[in-house]
C-alpha cells in the first residue's frame, strides 16, 4: 500500500484536497476513483485520515462541480435550489464534468475536436460518482450518501433519457449541458445503458439495510435501462471499455450472489463480449509501443478490469468463459510494471493526464475499494 499511499498523497496535494485549497481542481471521473481509493487505504490501515480525505473529496465535488462554473454570470446550485437546500441534496441537479472550456451555448455551431475539451454533465461520469457515494455509505454504515447517489441517478435518468421513434423506446444522450436543459451530444454512449442497469441496481439493493430512511425507489429507472439493454452487443476493442465490462460483471456477480437477482443471461453476454474485445485488443500489439504512443488512464481501465476477473472466478466459479478471461490476467501486470517505471512516466501522454493516471494506477494497484460492493 506504500505505492498507493505516496500516489493519493500526490493527488491531494495537487488538486487543493489536502492541505484545502480556496479553489481546488475537481474532475468528476477521477475523484470517483479517488474516493474508493481513500475508502481502501482506510480499510487496509484504519488510519482515520484517508476517511476524513475521502469524505472532504465528497464534499469538494459537490461544493465545485455541483455548482455554476466562476466564468459563468449565473452564481449558485446548479439544480437551481436554494443555498441550504442545496446543501441537503447537492447532486440533484447532476453534477459538472469539471472541464477547461465552458460548456457549447444552444446556438453554437458543434466542433467535435473542442467539444472532448467542453464542460457539461456525462451520464457515465456521474454513475462511477453515484458508485462512489453507495461505496462510502457502504463503508460508514450511512445511508446519506446511498441517498445523494439515488437523487443524481432520479436527476440524470430524466434528463439522459428520451423516447424515441414510433415505438417510443427510450434512448440516452451521451452529453447534457451543465443544467440538463439540452444535449451536447445526441449521440447515445456504447456501455451507458449497461451502466445505468447495474447502478441502479446497485444502490437499491441498499434499501433494506435502512429501513428507518425513506429512499428514492429507483425500480421504473432500472426497468428503462434494462429494456435499452436488451439485444445489445457490448463488445469494444477499446481497453478503458472492456475494462468497464469486466468490472460491471463482476459488480454484477456480487449482486446476483448477495442479492439473490437472476441476471446470468446478461453475465453470459458480458463475459463474452469483454473476451471477444480482449481477443481482439491482443491482437492488435498496442502494449509494444513506446509511452508516448500510449494512454495511461484507458489502458490502466483495462488492468482494474483484470483484477475484477481475479475476483469473479472466485465468486462464481470457474466457466469456460471466465477460465478463457482469467488467461489473460497477465496483462495486468505488464501495464502496471509499464506505468510505475518513472521514465515512462515522463512522457506527454502521462503528464497531459497526469491526475487521472495517478489515480486510476493507484486503483489498479489496490482495487478492492472500487470493485466491492
Known amino acids: 500500500m506504500t505505492t498507493v499511499h505516496v500516489i493519493m498523497t500526490e493527488f491531494a496535494e495537487l ?75 447537492p447532486t440533484a441537479g447532476g453534477l459538472r464534468i469539471g472541464k477547461a472550456i465552458k460548456e457549447r451555448g444552444p446556438g453554437e455551431p458543434f466542433d467535435e475536436r473542442l467539444e472532448w475539451d467542453r464542460d457539461g454533465q456525462y451520464y457515465h461520469y456521474l454513475t462511477k460518482w453515484m458508485h462512489a457515494l453507495d461505496r462510502v455509505s457502504r463503508a460508514l454504515g450511512d445511508p446519506l450518501y446511498n441517498m445523494w447517489a439515488r437523487e443524481l441517478a432520479k436527476a440524470a435518468h430524466a434528463r439522459f433519457t428520451y423516447a424515441a421513434g414510433s415505438g417510443r423506446q427510450k434512448r440516452m444522450y451521451w452529453k447534457m449541458s451543465i443544467d440538463l436543459s439540452y444535449p451536447l451530444t445526441a449521440s447515445m454512449g456504447h456501455h451507458d445503458p449497461l451502466d445505468g442497469f447495474i447502478t441502479y441496481t446497485q444502490l437499491q439493493a441498499a434499501t433494506a439495510k435502512y429501513p428507518e430512511t425513506p429512499m428514492p425507489d ?27 465490462l469486466l468490472s460491471d460483471a463482476y459488480r454484477l456477480a456480487q449482486l446476483i450472489d448477495h442479492e439473490k437477482i437472476d441476471r446470468s443471461a446478461l453475465m453470459k453476454d458480458l463475459v463474452e463480449c469483454s473476451l471477444a474485445g480482449l481477443e481482439a485488443y491482443a491482437r492488435g500489439g498496442s502494449l509494444k509501443h513506446p509511452a508516448r504512443y500510449r494512454l495511461a488512464f484507458r489502458e490502466l481501465g483495462l488492468a482494474i ?69
Not at 218 to 244: F, H, Q, V, Y
Not at 350 to 373: C, F, K
Open 15 to 89: 488538486t487543493g484536497l489536502s492541505p484545502a485549497d480556496d479553489a481546488p481542481r475537481r474532475y468528476l471521473w477521477t475523484d470517483a476513483f479517488a474516493v474508493c481509493n481513500f475508502l481502501e487505504l482506510h480499510a487496509q490501515t484504519g488510519v482515520e485520515k484517508y476517511k476524513e480525505l475521502a469524505l472532504r473529496l465528497v464534499d469538494q465535488v459537490h461544493s465545485v462541480l455541483g455548482r455554476r462554473r466562476k466564468d459563468d454570470p449565473r452564481t449558485g446550485w446548479i439544480s437551481g435550489l436554494s443555498e441550504e437546500e442545496g446543501k441537503r441534496h
Open 218 to 244: 429507483l425500480r421504473a429507472e432500472s426497468a428503462d435501462m434494462e429494456e435499452m439493454c436488451r439485444g445489445k452487443n457490448w463488445a469494444t476493442d477499446d481497453p478503458l471499455g472492456i475494462g468497464g
Open 305 to 373: 478490469g483484470l483484477h475484477a476477473v481475479e475476483r469473479l472466478g472466485k465468486l462464481m466459479g470457474m466457466s469456460p468463459g471466465t477460465e478463457a478471461l482469467m488467461s489473460y490476467l497477465p496483462l495486468a501486470e505488464r501495464i502496471e510494471a509499464f506505468w510505475l517505471e518513472p521514465k515512462n512516466r515522463q512522457a506527454e501522454t502521462w503528464t497531459e493526464h497526469r491526475e487521472i493516471n495517478m489515480v486510476m494506477l493507484a486503483t489498479s494497484l489496490a482495487p478492492d475499494g472500487y470493485l466491492t460492493l
